[in-house]
């Protein structure tokens, strides 16, 4: 399960600004909510992030000037 809840936080990441509080906060929660989930890491991955974005406050990372240069 450990090897999902990491895939889930690197995913998470890179889709919401968190502050590292907040990533400890979000890590707590998907580690709780996968606890009985089973033992396949892609579907605990992917019911993770599912989890998260649920809960997530729609802070999602715009892209900036730099990410825009062709």
Same mark, same amino acid.
């Given at each position: 399960?450990q090897?999902a809840v990491?895939?889930v936080?690197q995913?998470?990441?890179?889709?919401?600004? /968190?502050?590292?509080?907040?990533? +400890?906060e979000?890590?707590? !929660?998907v580690s709780r909510f996968?606890? $009985?989930k089973?033992?396949?890491?892609?579907?605990?991955?992917?019911?993770? /992030?599912?989890?998260?974005l649920? +809960?997530?406050t729609?802070? !999602?990372?715009?892209?900036s000037?730099? $990410?825009?240069?062709?």
């Amino acid at each position: 399960m450990q090897t999902a809840v990491e895939r889930v936080m690197q995913t998470y990441g890179l889709m919401v600004s /968190l502050t590292a509080k907040q990533e +400890r906060e979000a890590r707590e !929660r998907v580690s709780r909510f996968l606890e $009985d989930k089973g033992a396949d890491e892609h579907k605990l991955a992917l019911e993770g /992030l599912r989890h998260l974005l649920g +809960r997530s406050t729609k802070r !999602r990372r715009t892209a900036s000037p730099q $990410d825009c240069v062709e």
